[in-house]
């Protein structure tokens, strides 16, 4: 079954600990992105990578980092999670080709106190 | 630069009745349009999509929404809403020509009520 699939689904941790959310693909995407969806605010691009060894930074970087040694795999990592980093984050991928729609995870549910 | 701008944030309508989801862009080249719906406590699922082929765009249960250029709008419809039909629902635009940059509208929830 074609699916991006994200780890953990919820995670609650603490101001300062470094924490790593993972999002693998099976469909062999080129592109994949993350994007966090806070209220009011609809979902805004943290980080996208076009293909292997090639990120960049979306509308909301700061705070973040991201990794794509392997096609499959876009790791999203916050080095030193703050409050404000509280929100629901989804990974999706696509193809580069049109139409470019895009397949999304099922989310990841941060908690940061 | 590109924006879209969904013009309701909350959408009540009666069960059989027919929905509507407002949706108007920005863009400084030809758009791709997309809609998605988002259930509670689930992930995003593509509802249809435009990419410069027919303006009127038929998707997934039921839903569909017509291109206007001249009005830069991007309108969702279904006829006869169900109860199943409740969820978010967001309006996304990108470039033609690029798959590095969705641009996502604040969304619309849509309640269904018998």
């Known amino acids: 079954e074609a699916q991006v699939t994200q780890n953990p689904r919820y995670l609650i941790t603490v101001t300062g600990k470094k924490l790593t959310v993972t999002c693998s693909q099976n469909?062999?995407?080129?592109?994949m992105s993350w994007y966090r969806q806070d209220p009011g605010l609809g979902l805004r691009q943290i980080y996208y990578s076009m293909n292997v060894e090639v990120t960049d930074k979306g509308d909301v970087p700061e705070g973040y980092k991201v990794s794509r040694k392997e096609k499959r795999n876009f790791p999203l990592i916050l080095e030193s999670p703050s409050p404000n980093q509280t929100s629901l984050y989804f990974c999706?991928?696509?193809?580069?080709?049109?139409?470019?729609?895009?397949?999304f995870g099922p989310g990841t549910r941060l908690t940061v106190t | 630069a590109q924006s879209v701008t969904q013009l309701d944030s909350h959408v009540s309508v009666s069960e059989g009745t027919p929905v509507l989801l407002r949706c108007n862009y920005s863009?400084?080249?030809?758009?791709?349009l997309f809609w998605y719906v988002q259930h509670p406590n689930k992930g995003l699922q593509l509802l249809l999509k435009y990419t410069s082929a027919a303006t009127l765009v038929k998707g997934i249960n039921g839903f569909e929404a017509e291109f206007k250029k001249s009005e830069t709008s991007f309108h969702l419809t279904k006829p006869s809403a169900h109860m199943s039909d409740a969820a978010e629902y967001f309006c996304v635009v990108t470039f033609t020509g690029t798959a590095s940059k969705l641009t996502f509208g604040t969304g619309t929830r849509l309640q269904v009520t018998l």
């Open positions: 999706a991928s696509s193809s580069t080709g049109t139409p470019y729609e895009q397949y």
């Open positions: 469909m062999n995407h080129e592109y």
């Open positions: 863009s400084s080249y030809s758009p791709s």
